[in-house]
């Protein structure tokens, strides 16, 4: 008998260390906590609040600067991250090393939000993996006092003119990728020769150029300190409203179509409430709400409704035309990647 009970004393005691190990779940049945990892300043706090009241449960927030960044730390494990945010080339990326974990749509309704266009991009052909969050393209920011006539072409950008007047992005794909466009190329070429092209007409053009920034930039545009930078949609959108005389194209040459989505990494121990907090996301009210709130556009057709006619109609934020057709997305490149690091460290060392 008091083998018995020691028995049933040892089964209670392993089942209350494995609870332990799981955490406390709520009124709800929901795990009470959720680790968010997200870009600084991407989401309205507002949303966190409110769902953190509905559900109950506690949103810990932690934002990283890059993709880079995020995959490090989701490569080393050391934390239970449950939903990240990857551009596309990273969630790509993140598949092949079999970093995310598929998203079991039936715990996604809020999904028939997403307009069929943003749909299983080649990225994630069957949306089995990420959810989109927001998109849009690169293109050059101008001040119309300092710049000329009509920019409607990257070759703007090596206008001995506007010589230390010009902004350039910090980063590897971005910047070397607007030059292979303007060389008639394709922004993912896995071309020797015409990466080489791509770096010479960066390294002619790296003279004109006043840095190459990532944030500091947008201060910059602002202040009227530079006549032109290359640049995201959505940091436009910004830079506009805070100087009317600054203004945005998306040259003819094509441009970027990036996107952000939503996934949950294979470090997450609580899958149910990460697809829970991602179909809160596709609310139409709530996509509408951060869309207001980080002025980038979103791919959620139902809260595009909820926004103001002035916002729909921003051709900064949304295009006219198919640009689909004119945009490029960015594809994970595998082992090439380490010669666009090569190129760009020669360019930065010039």
Known sequence: MKKIISILMIGLLILSLAACGK??????????????????????????????????????Y???????????KIQAGGTEYDVIFPSEYMVEAM????????????????????????????YDPDNKYSVPYFWGTMGIIYNTKKVEGQVDSWNILWDEKYKGDILMLDSSRDTIGI???????SLNTRSLEELERAKVELMNQKPLVKAYEVDAYKDMMIAGEAAMALTWSGDAMLLVEENPDLAYV?????????????????????????????????????????????????????????????????????????????????????????????????????
Not at 62 to 72: D, F
């Open 95 to 122: 598949i092949k090393q079999g970093l995310l974990l598929a998203l079991d749509m039936n715990n996604l309704p809020n999904m028939k939000n997403i307009g069929e266009q943003f749909k299983n991009l080649p």
């Open 23 to 60: 955490g406390e779940t709520n009124e709800q049945g929901y795990y009470n906590k959720l680790n968010v990892y997200n870009w600084g300043d991407y989401i309205d706090p507002q949303v966190l609040e409110d769902f953190e009241e509905e559900y109950g449960i506690k949103v810990n």
């Open 250 to 350: 998306i040259p003819k040459e094509g441009t970027n179509l990036w996107f952000d989505a939503m996934a949950i990494p294979t470090t997450s121990q609580h899958k149910r409430e990460a697809e829970l907090f991602i179909d809160y996301m596709l609310r139409p009210e709530v996509a509408a709400k951060c869309a207001e709130y980080v002025m980038y556009a979103t791919p959620n057709e139902a809260a595009k409704a909820l926004l103001s006619e002035d916002v729909i109609e921003d051709e900064l934020a949304y295009p006219k035309g198919d640009i689909m057709e004119k945009g490029e997305v960015f594809i994970d490149l595998g082992e090439f990647t380490t010669e666009y690091d090569r190129v760009w460290t020669e360019i930065k060392a010039k």
């Open 179 to 185: 030059a292979l466009k303007r060389l008639g190329y």
């Open 62 to 72: 932690e934002n990283y600067a890059n993709n880079e960044e995020m995959l490090a």
